[in-house]
């Protein structure tokens, strides 16, 4: 398919899980896509894949909270094949798992650095081409909803929330838009991480194991349709806070994306 050609995609937290099955996707769908991540190794396995696949992608190595790195991530892109026109913001990190009472702070204020600073940061790099051209696509990756011992990346989470309400008003008629998804329970190492977790550090653990046997956790390949299909330029979805039991927005992928 070929539905993002001539597109060029920047996906942080691309080394696995979510980040992974969305540089996959996108680039299957023919864009040319920019995987970033801290850990190189994983980066260099992604993009060997998506090349062995017939599609085109470069590692970045890249700390999202760094705006220096972003920085280079984004001159990295439009080097090799031009500025970004899509967005997708999954990188992420769930640490302190604990009451508030018992965290670290230092883990607690890294969190809102990774998961806030995260998204503001390499936003604001692409912005300003996004809007020079007139059109842009940006999706932000959310989830954690409050529960004893994610008080640092529910708070984090939901900053992210008003951070893409409020940056939505002002992409109002530029033709950029920018939308949060949430994936829900997913397949992926921060699941692997929280279901690990004491019952006295994370109460949701047991939750998320009892999620997984009944059947209800997802492929990250699944998240990740649905977020190919927020970033194609058909889809106008400015503002909206998506969660991933939403019927409408998966008939919606379905028909934009069939099988």
């Given at each position: 398919m070929t539905k993002l050609r001539d597109q060029v995609a920047i996906v942080t937290g691309g080394g696995r899980g979510i980040g992974r099955a969305v540089a996959e996707t996108l680039a299957a769908l023919g864009a040319s896509v920019?995987?970033?991540?801290?850990?190189?190794?994983?980066?260099?396995?992604?993009?060997?894949?998506?090349?062995?696949?017939?599609?085109?992608?470069?590692?970045?190595?890249?700390?999202?909270?760094?705006?220096?790195?972003?920085?280079?991530?984004v001159l990295a892109t439009e080097r090799w094949v031009g500025p970004a026109s899509i967005l997708v913001n999954n990188a992420g990190t769930i640490e302190p798992l604990a009451p508030l009472a018992r965290s670290d702070p230092a883990?607690?204020?890294?969190?809102?650095?990774?998961?806030i600073g995260g998204t503001y940061m390499p936003t604001r790099a692409v912005l300003p081409w996004m809007l020079e051209r007139g059109a842009g696509r940006?999706?932000?990756?959310?989830?954690?909803?409050?529960?004893?011992?994610?008080?640092?990346?529910?708070?984090?989470?939901?900053?992210?929330?008003?951070?893409?309400?409020?940056?939505?008003?002002?992409?109002?008629?530029?033709?950029?838009?920018?939308?949060?998804?949430?994936?829900?329970?997913?397949?992926?190492?921060?699941?692997?991480?929280?279901?690990?977790?004491?019952a006295d550090d994370l109460r949701a653990?047991?939750?998320?194991?009892?999620?997984?046997?009944?059947?209800?956790?997802?492929?990250?390949?699944?998240?990740?349709?649905?977020?190919?299909?927020l970033t194609l330029a058909t889809t106008h979805r400015n503002g909206q806070m998506l969660p991933m039991d939403d019927a409408d927005l998966a008939r919606a992928v379905e028909d934009a994306l069939p099988g």
């Open positions: 920019v995987v970033a991540s801290r850990n190189a190794p994983e980066l260099d396995t992604v993009v060997r894949a998506i090349r062995g696949a017939g599609g085109r992608a470069l590692a970045q190595t890249a700390d999202v909270s760094d705006e220096r790195q972003v920085e280079d991530l883990l607690w204020l890294r969190n809102i650095a990774v998961n940006i999706v932000n990756v959310i989830g954690h909803q409050p529960a004893p011992g994610l008080s640092a990346a529910s708070t984090s989470k939901g900053g992210v929330v008003q951070l893409t309400r409020t940056l939505a008003i002002e992409l109002e008629h530029t033709g950029v838009t920018v939308c949060a998804y949430d994936p829900g329970p997913v397949d992926t190492a921060l699941l692997r991480r929280m279901q690990r977790a004491s653990a047991e939750g998320d194991r009892a999620q997984e046997q009944a059947g209800r956790v997802r492929s990250p390949k699944d998240a990740a349709r649905v977020i190919a299909y």
